[in-house]
């Protein structure tokens, strides 16, 4: 079987890294499936810039929503040039509504916690809604006048100082159960034993607060035969559970080994994942996948690392664990087992780039296209 995967190269050290990764990819895949993968390139930032005069061509959008994978490299985003985000207009235009990222530790890695092994969560956030729809007036600009006012006169609210500047949290029923549902059914697909709705509704009860509340709803209406609560444990079934955000941070640090599926709104996800990432050393080694009802769009989770770039000192490792992710996703479940434990290996022997060695005490430097190299052989 050949499988259609469309690939954005990516700014910075994009190539460079896709170099190193993509035959790990296709060499772990040929070991242990018949399936193979046809790479169709689509064109996204500087390098679509120089060759059509726009950093994200109709051409590449159109083919994007027809796709059902894709891989992407980092997009850089030029500071007060006018240009939004290209990553921001990719995951809107595209309605990638859901943010998952896995975060497990890998042995050999220096991290600041005690027992990072007892991390091995996967937070599914919320990618559409919340405070990151940028619905936000500058203070003492016409527009958050206006809205106080409208605030003050039509809803009697009193608190609002005359200085402040405003912003929106626009959450709906529709979005945050959308996002529940599929972290609902990832868990149970995978048989794991919790998912954690992770919330400030103490706080912000409209809004949160009613994600919670939907979430616990989308549980028991659509997976009810499947799940229980804290308040009605059953054995066998998936126990959905909630938190208050910043309990869950503690949580996280505490007993990280109580929690296996996170479901989160969009800001935090946003915290909890880097946070994370963090307490395994790993955020140079995260993989992440946005999706939307047809697409699975699978990305590297760093940036372009513009200061190193073209220099070979770039870490591969996250888009080759995005490979595992997507193999995976595609059904060859064996395939990304071989790459984690060549990526394994290749910690094991402390023979890393050097943002790893920073990390590995005793580690030896490679440049990203040995690192590559390395991980091929160890397949
Ligand atoms: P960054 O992730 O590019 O860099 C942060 C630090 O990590 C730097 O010291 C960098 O050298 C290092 N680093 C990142 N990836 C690495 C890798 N694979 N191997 C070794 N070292 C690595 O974040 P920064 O500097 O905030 O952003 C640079 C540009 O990237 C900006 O234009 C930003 O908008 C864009 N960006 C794009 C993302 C995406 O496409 N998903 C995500 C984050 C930032």
Sequence with gaps: MRKKVYWIEGDGIGPEIWRSARPVIDAALAKESDMTLEWVELLAGEKALAETGSPLPESTLSALMRADIAMKGPLGTPVG?????????LRQ??????CIRPVRYFQGIESPVKHPERVNMVIFRENTEDVYAGIEYAAGSPECRMLREFLCDKLGVSKIPATAALGLKPMTEAGSKRLVRRALRFALD????????????????????AFRQWGYDVASAEFGDASCTEQDPLPGRLLVKDRIADAMFQEALLRPEQYH??????????????????????????????????LAFFEATHGTAPTIAGRDKANPGSVIL????MLEHLGAPAAAKRIRAA???????????????????????????????IIGENL
Aim: proline share 4%; charged share 10%.
């Design 190 to 209: 995978n048989g794991l034993p919790s998912l954690t709705l992770v919330h400030k509704g103490n706080i912000m009860k409209f809004t949160e607060g």
């Design 343 to 373: 990526l394994e290996k290749a910690l094991a022997a402390k023979t890393v780039t050097v943002d790893l060695a920073d990390q590995i005490p005793g580690a030896i430097t490679v440049g990203c296209a040995a690192f590559g190299g």
């Design 81 to 89: 040039a006018g240009i939004r985000s290209l990553n921001v207009a």
């Design 261 to 294: 599926v996170l479901a989160t709104p969009n800001l935090n996800g946003d915290y909890i994942s880097d946070a994370l990432a963090a307490q395994v050393g790993g955020l140079g080694l995260a993989p992440g996948v946005n999706m939307s009802d047809s």
């Design 322 to 325: 995005c490979g595992a992710l």
């Design 93 to 98: 235009g595209l309605d990638l509504y859901a």
